[in-house]
Structure formats: C-alpha cells, structure tokens
C-alpha cells in the first residue's frame, strides 16, 4: 500500500500538475509554492520569463523590450552568451511559448560577486520577442524612487516551493510586502551580510512567503512597474529575513546606457 502511495506521488510528480499539490505531501507546509504564494498563469505575469542554461531553467528574468531581459548577474558564471535561451509566453519553464537565444549577457559593470552588490544583468536577444497576452514588456521605475514599508509587491518564479526543496513547472506568485533598507541591513547584521545601496528587500517578519532558489532574476513588481530583482536571502521564507532584490531604480542609469530604455 505503501509502495503505491509512492508511485502514485512519483506520477503526479513526472506529470507537474502543479494544481494537485500532493509533490510535498510528506513536508509539513504552510501553504506552500514560490514559498508560499500559489500558481498563476503568465498572462498574470507575462513579463515573466525563464533564463534558461543548455535547455534548462535556471533563473527568472523580466521582458523589458522585444530585444531585452532583466535578469541577475550571479545567474551568470563562466558560461557563454550562446548558451543561454531564453522562454517568454509560457506558464511552464519545460514547455510552450516562445525560446529566444541570447546574443550578449551584461552584467553591472560594479557587480560583486561577493556580498552581490549591484546584482542586476542585461540580455540582448538574438531574435525579437512577439507580444500579446502572454508575452509583454514592463515599464520600469525612474532613478531614485523609494517604496515605503509594507507597500505590497508581488514576486513570482518557477524557483524551489520550500527552502531545500523541488521546483515546480508551473509559474508561481506571491505578495511580500517592503521592507526599508535600515531595518533590513539591522536583521541580516547578525550574519554578516551588507544590504547596500544597491538592494532592496521584501518580505514579512513572520516569514512563510518569500522566493527561494531558482526565482533569481526574477521580477519584483509594484503597480505594475519592475522595482526588483530577486537576488538572495538567508534560507527561504525564514522569520526575520526577508528575501533581498537588487533595485531597478538605483542602477536605472545602467538599464539607459545598454539599452536606451
Ligand atoms: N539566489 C537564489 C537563486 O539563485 C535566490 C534566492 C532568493 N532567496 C530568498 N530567500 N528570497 O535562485
């Protein structure tokens, strides 16, 4: 009987269902999914895209013309241009709308690696994207807009449901409210990690929603302008640690200089 429930699980896992969300039916979940939020269709979110390694997802990313994606720089290493691709207009990472390559990565000329300081990279597409209900731009912020807290931001990604755990194929949001960059660099102090300048942060004290791995690059969005970039945080959904984006609007001069947008 045992042995069945296991395959039972194993199907509905090869199959992706996301609406049947017996994948973490042995974890004692919250409400589960991106963490905590709940499945969506891209033409909720169809800026959304998956930035993708040989065929493989392997970050969020944000349409911002026919030609050009916000992304994370930490999602590039060694890795060239020509391996990437990129999937627009599809609820699932693995299937459906359209795959683009991608021409050149730019990454923030001050990005640091190290405490990921101006996370934020650029891609040129090597075809133009086609718009519609599924695949569209989004506007950006201008320099120096600040959100105060508890403004309410969605974020959403095909990246693990819970921290440690497996990703789904369906595209996933969640509501995370602001956090002011003080009270942010306070709560990660006690690890040692800056939150700069060039950061900004979301999420709720309490935890239980939040992005996690594979979500980097990934679009933080308020009124419907592209304010962050999903970039790092301590575990997932953990109390006390909201997740860190990097701000569209503090390198907004660097998104000008590449694309003239
Ligand atoms: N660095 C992760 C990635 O590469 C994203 C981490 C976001 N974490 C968080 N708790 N908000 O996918």
Redesign the pocket.
């Known amino acids: 009987m045992k042995f069945l429930i296991i395959l039972a699980l194993m199907f509905a896992t090869i199959l992706g269902d996301s609406t049947i969300d017996i994948t973490y039916a042995n974890v004692p979940l919250l409400d589960g999914r991106i963490v905590g939020g709940s499945p969506v269709t891209i033409e909720d979110c169809p800026y959304q895209v998956s930035v993708q390694l040989l065929g493989s997802h392997r ?1 969020g990313g944000a349409i911002i013309s026919d030609r050009y994606v916000i992304t ?1 720089a ?2 590039f290493t060694i890795w060239p241009a020509s391996w990437h691709t990129i999937r627009a207009g599809s609820s699932f990472h693995n299937s459906g709308g359209q795959v683009v390559g991608v021409n050149a990565i730019y990454n923030h000329p001050n990005f640091n690696r190290a405490n990921l300081d101006f996370d934020i990279s650029i891609l040129h597409l090597s075809s133009p994207l086609s718009f519609g209900p599924a695949a569209a731009p989004i506007p950006l912020p201008t320099q120096n807009q600040y959100y105060s807290d508890d403004t309410p931001a969605v974020v959403s990604g095909w ?1 693990a449901l819970i921290e440690n755990g497996t990703a789904p194929l369906q595209l996933q949001a969640v509501w995370v409210p602001i956090v002011n960059n003080v009270r942010c660099g306070a709560l990660y102090e006690v690890e040692e990690y800056d939150v700069t300048d060039s950061m900004l942060c979301a ?1 709720y004290m309490s935890g239980g929603r ?8 990934g679009p933080l969005v308020i009124n419907g302008q592209l304010i962050g970039i ?8 953990r109390a006390n ?1 909201p ?2 984006y990097a701000s569209v609007s503090y390198s907004r001069s660097f998104i000008t200089d590449i694309t003239g947008i």
Request: contains cysteine; hydrophobic residues 30%.
């Open positions: 970050c994370a930490h999602c990246g999420g939040d992005a996690c791995q594979g979500d980097s690059g999903v970039s790092w945080g301590e575990g997932c959904a640690f997740g860190v």
